[in-house]
């Protein structure tokens, strides 16, 4: 892939992450494509449950290009929403779906002698013409179509090349991560406009979420939380704690999206099979502010945005993002810093294999008074004798 590309893949992910309402989402997305693939035409069907359709949500282009918004539908049995569901019809395999190539399919003996094929092919080119499309891409969360990606040819004629087709897949994994967020933040302020309630289902629906871009760290943010509250119950038993209900409610949800902000990060880079350049670790240090930024809409959740924001800060104060130490950093913030450690070390990483959970153990105790908040560390080392 071309650095140009890539560099724009970043800067989409970036700004993706921080629109919270899918309309404006998907204008950013398809000036993205346009702007950059120079294509004449594209547009975007997303799923609406209660039409159970496929709808053209926004499209955009040259001039005369564009299909008025909710004009087009597509049904879920329909040849467009078949052909990336059922791999029977994927016959090179990708998935991306170019008219040029299928016409090429419809040549084929193997297609001209199946009825089945033949006439499925024949339709699907014929439901693509009448969206002016000449590429399709799907946009799947996990297993779920949550929408359909279309271009209409390049305003140079010319066909689209290897690496403009893996930009747009990247890209559709990005906009499916995106499209989801943004449904869950639209869900979550609207029920917190009716009783200014925290809603854990729809909070742990975010974790989930980050948990699904990097394959490195599923189960993390569970062990994260379990741990705090461990370490949170000792801290109770030594009285540094006031307020226990709110105190509790706090850590479990901040410690439920400590990593939120990774989802601002590329998957390339999460999942990255080596140690990270200066330049990549630099981009995943930002992700307790992007953090902020995402959740700082949200009403009654300072203490909570508070402990996402410092929970890489270090005691010694030689942490990020602002390098703060001792009794600065806030103590939800200092338990989740060593529960998040302590998983991190126990966990398989791209680059290193888990360390015993003993030496794990002993690398907190070291760094007691140093990395970690020495009454935190105290309570984390009572966990583990109580038979953690």
Known sequence: MRLSYRKELEKAARRMILIHRTDTLIRLIIRTIVRNLKASYAGIFLYRQDKKAYILTISGGRIGMKIPAGLVKLSPSSHLVKFFLDSFYRLDGNNYLIVKKIKGWLRRKKVKENSRYKKFFTELVQQLSSVKAEVALPIFFRDELLGILILGEKLSKRKFLPEELTFLSILSSDVAMA???????????????KNQKLFLQTISALAEAIEAKDKYTIGHTERVVDLSLKIAYQLRKMRK???????????????LLH???????????????????EEEWSFVKKHPLIGVEILSPIKDLKEVISAIKYHHERYDGRGYPEGIKGKKIPLIAAIIAVADAYDAMTSDRPYRKALPPDQAKQEIKKNKGFQFHPQVVEAFLRAFSNGR
């Open 179 to 193: 499209i989801r967020n943004a449904s869950l933040f639209e869900n979550l302020r609207l029920q917190l406009e």
């Open 259 to 277: 990593d939120i902000g990774k989802i601002g990060v590329p998957e390339t880079v999460l999942n990255k099979p080596a140690s990270l350049t």
């Open 241 to 255: 704690i006031k307020n226990w209900d709110k105190f509790e409610r706090d850590l479990k949800v901040a410690a």
